[in-house]
């Protein structure tokens, strides 16, 4: 599976020009797990990993906001590389203030409309885990792969607890909305700078666009952007405001 999706990247030819150089890397690498602080007790019924976000100040979004739903696709062999990076985690962390921006947008969405929700994908992605991710792709030459997978050296806004990959749910319809495509999926048809042209050959309906830009417009509400080639994926702030004032996640 993976060697098919390889070569059907290689042959898509995408390039999108997002990050520093780098030296590849492909050594194996390990989480390193947080240590708590003396005066910080450990919670009962929550993994290493989890445990290791929650001492470096996250927040589980469902404790800001118990209506949004949560499908971790890294805790899960449903994702690009069909491999369980997550382990045992199944619940979302962010920094308290982006959880929070969350809880906004998830506020208006159901304000707008009673029955949606936001349908989390990915929250924060611990530093070790962008380079198994990175090292996953390690066929492919490292200009193209940073259009789907951020380089480790230049860090992700995932790495920060700053980014946020999500869809919309329909709770009527018991069902995601559509959006044209899956989570993580590589090819065109998930850039939203490609959706007009998508549009006009048929390979994207009015319904899948309609429903991406409702899911931009909602996300705007709570201070999200969006980027131009992944249509789940928002941005609270930049990379650089980022580093200066969010801590690097481990």
């Excluded at 789907?148 to 607890?161: C, K």
């Excluded at 869809?167 to 959006?179: A, E, K, N």
Aim: aromatic share 12%; glycine share 6%.
């Amino acid at each position: 599976m993976k060697e098919i999706l390889y070569s059907f990247i290689l042959l898509f030819g995408l390039v999108q020009c997002t990050d520093s150089e780098e030296t590849q890397n492909t050594e194996t690498y390990r989480i390193r797990i947080a240590e708590p602080e003396e005066d910080e007790p450990e919670e009962l019924g929550i993994g290493e990993f989890e445990q290791s976000l929650i001492y470096q100040g996250l927040v589980d979004i469902q404790s800001v906001d118990p209506s949004i739903y949560v499908d971790l696709k890294y805790s899960t062999v449903d994702n690009f590389f069909e491999e369980d990076v997550y382990g045992d985690l199944t619940r979302a962390y962010l920094p308290k203030n982006v959880a929070e921006a969350l809880k906004v947008v998830n506020n208006h969405l159901k304000s707008d409309s009673s029955h949606l929700r936001l349908w989390v994908f990915d929250a924060v992605r611990p530093h070790g885990i962008q380079r198994i991710l990175w090292n996953a792709l390690d066929s492919i030459p490292v200009a193209n792969r940073r259009a789907f997978v951020a380089d480790p050296e230049r860090g992700s806004l995932h790495n920060y607890g700053c980014a946020v990959d999500l869809s919309i749910y329909d709770t009527h319809r018991d069902t995601l909305l559509d959006m044209g495509t899956k989570y993580d999926y590589f090819g065109y048809l998930a850039y939203p700078r490609k959706e007009a042209e998508m549009l006009a050959s048929g390979s994207l309906n009015r319904e899948q666009i309609g429903n991406r830009q409702l899911l931009r417009n909602v996300m705007r509400k709570g201070g999200f952007l969006p980027i131009n080639s992944e249509w789940w994926h928002f941005n609270i702030t930049t990379l650089a405001n980022a580093k200066e004032n969010y801590k690097l996640i481990q």
